[in-house]
C-alpha cells in the first residue's frame, strides 16, 4: 500500500478550502430558503435565469394586451351607448317633423315641436361631444 504524506501547509490549505466551499454552499443555501426562490442570481443558473427573464417578459407583454383590450371593449361600450343614443334622438326628430308636416298640427304645436327639435340637436352635440375613459373628446364641437 503506497501511502501519501502531505504537509501540514498543504493539508490545512485543503481544509481552509473545503470549509469556505462549504460556507459559501450553506449561504446559498440558506439564500435559497429565506427567499423561497432557487434562482436568485444569474449565476445560480445561467440558463434558467436567461429563461426567466423571458418568461417575466411575456408575462409583461401579456398584461399590456389584457391592459389594451379592456381598454378597447370600455371604449366600445361608450360608442355603442352613443350610437343608440344618437339613434333614439334621430327617430324622435323624425317623428316630431313628420308630425309637424301633417296638416292637423296647429302653429302653437308646431313650436312646441320647434322647441323639442333643438333639444334633441342639443343632445345630439352632447353626445358627440362626450369624453371616453381617456378623456378624448368627440370631433363635433358645436
Not at 490545512?12 to 442570481?41: F, H, P, V
Not at 352613443?82 to 317633423?97: C, P, S, V, Y
Not at 296638416?103 to 343632445?123: K, P, S
Amino acid at each position: 500500500m503506497i501511502t501519501t504524506r502531505m504537509s501540514s501547509n498543504v493539508l490545512a490549505s485543503r481544509i481552509a478550502t473545503d470549509l469556505i466551499q462549504k460556507q459559501s454552499e450553506l449561504a446559498r443555501a440558506q439564500t435559497q430558503i429565506s427567499t423561497g426562490k432557487r434562482i436568485n442570481t444569474p449565476s445560480d443558473d445561467p440558463a434558467q435565469a436567461a429563461h426567466i427573464v423571458k418568461m417575466q417578459q411575456a408575462e409583461s407583454q401579456l398584461d399590456q394586451y389584457q391592459r389594451n383590450s379592456s381598454i378597447a371593449e370600455s371604449q366600445l361600450s361608450l360608442e355603442e351607448t352613443a350610437l343608440t343614443g344618437t339613434a333614439n334622438t334621430l327617430m324622435r326628430i323624425r317623428e316630431l317633423a313628420l308630425t309637424a308636416n301633417s296638416g292637423i298640427v296647429d302653429d302653437t304645436t308646431r313650436a312646441a315641436h320647434l322647441a323639442e327639435v333643438e333639444q334633441r340637436l342639443d343632445e345630439l352635440y352632447d353626445l358627440a361631444n362626450g369624453q371616453d375613459t381617456l378623456g378624448k373628446i368627440g370631433r363635433a364641437h358645436v
